[in-house]
């Protein structure tokens, strides 16, 4: 059974950095042909595909977030991270992270809240 757990700071001050970590068990990240994405939904919205990184280590990004979006890993813990950069109040959203693209998620996080305010 694959589990993932998101973390990471639940309050971010606008024009900053937004960091999170997904740890992943049960499976690795690096095996298997899959993708390992993050999604977010803010309060009264859809659930918003921000990108992934695949079994290889390569990225994908939404088009939207590109320029403010950066996802890593560290294959030696089993963890994928996203930063969002130059954060604003729209950004607050309960963040998650998922395996598999979007429409076709078989295992997800719990979610974290995730509020930015000053």
């Known amino acids: 059974q694959v589990q993932l757990r998101e973390s990471g700071p639940g309050l971010v001050k606008p024009s900053q950095t937004l960091a999170l970590t997904c740890t992943v068990s049960?499976?690795?990240?690096?095996?298997?042909?899959?993708?390992w994405s993050w999604i977010r939904q803010p309060p009264g919205k859809d659930v918003e595909w921000m990108g992934a990184i695949d079994y290889r280590g390569s990225t994908y990004y939404s088009p939207s977030l590109k320029s403010r979006t950066s996802i890593s890993r560290d294959t030696s813990k089993n963890q994928f991270t996203l930063q969002l950069s130059s954060v604003t109040l729209e950004d607050t959203a309960v963040y998650y992270c998922?395996?598999?693209?979007?429409?076709?998620?078989?295992?997800r996080g719990q979610g974290t809240q995730v509020t930015v305010s000053s």
């Open positions: 998922a395996r598999g693209l979007p429409e076709k998620y078989d295992y």
């Open positions: 049960g499976g690795s990240i690096t095996i298997g042909y899959f993708y």
